[in-house]
């Protein structure tokens, strides 16, 4: 059972260890819905990294190891199109029965260029108060949500927006429009509008 306040310290460790080795990490997944307002349950902390995967992804779980932490990493093929994940838990020393899990998921893949939300979350991410982590913005989110593509994700994103009602529709548009795929994105929005509607 993932309890959330251990989960979030575990992630700060990793935005740190990797903020050591030079990159910075975000915020991404049930985690980043939770800073907008949207908690809902979830297996593990998601980051956010853009960096080379055969380097600096190997070296952060590398670091990781040597801290203390168990950190396993799944690499990317070039059909894949993101550059490998990194899972990390606690030692057993510190794991006191719970599954505290973090997921460093990399959205860089130099074998697969097509463009992905990542480069531009990453980079609009905003620092949290009194901690380590940063979290990428609502809109960003948005478009992470849309290129994930699942029924879940788009679940997530009506109730987001809906929860977010000062967010600009416009903004919205502009950084998750050329992540939608199936043009879905309008009715999204219009859901999150009744959504909002209804919830008064």
Known sequence: ??????????AERVADIARELGFESALIGAGALAVHRYTRG???IDL????????QLASLARKLCDSGLHATV?????????????????????QGGQDDRVEVVNFRNPGNPVRNPGPGALARARPLPESA???????????????????????DIV??????????PAQVRAIASPFD????????????????????
């Open 159 to 168: 109730e987001l927006l809906a929860r977010n009602p000062d967010i600009d």
């Open 181 to 200: 795929a199936t043009g879905i994105l309008e009715g999204l929005m219009e859901q999150a509008v009744q959504r909002r509607a209804t919830s008064r």
């Open 48 to 55: 956010a990294v853009v960096v080379d995967p055969g380097q």
């Open 133 to 155: 982590l940063r979290c990428v913005t609502v809109e960003d989110l948005v478009a992470l949500k849309l290129y994930a593509g699942g029924l879940a994700d788009h679940a």
């Open 42 to 44: 979830t297996e593990d």
């Open 74 to 94: 799944r690499l990317a093929d070039d059909e894949d199109p993101l550059g490998g994940v990194i899972t990390i838990r606690p030692s057993l020393d510190e």
């Open 1 to 10: 059972m993932l309890d959330p306040a251990r989960s979030l310290a575990l």
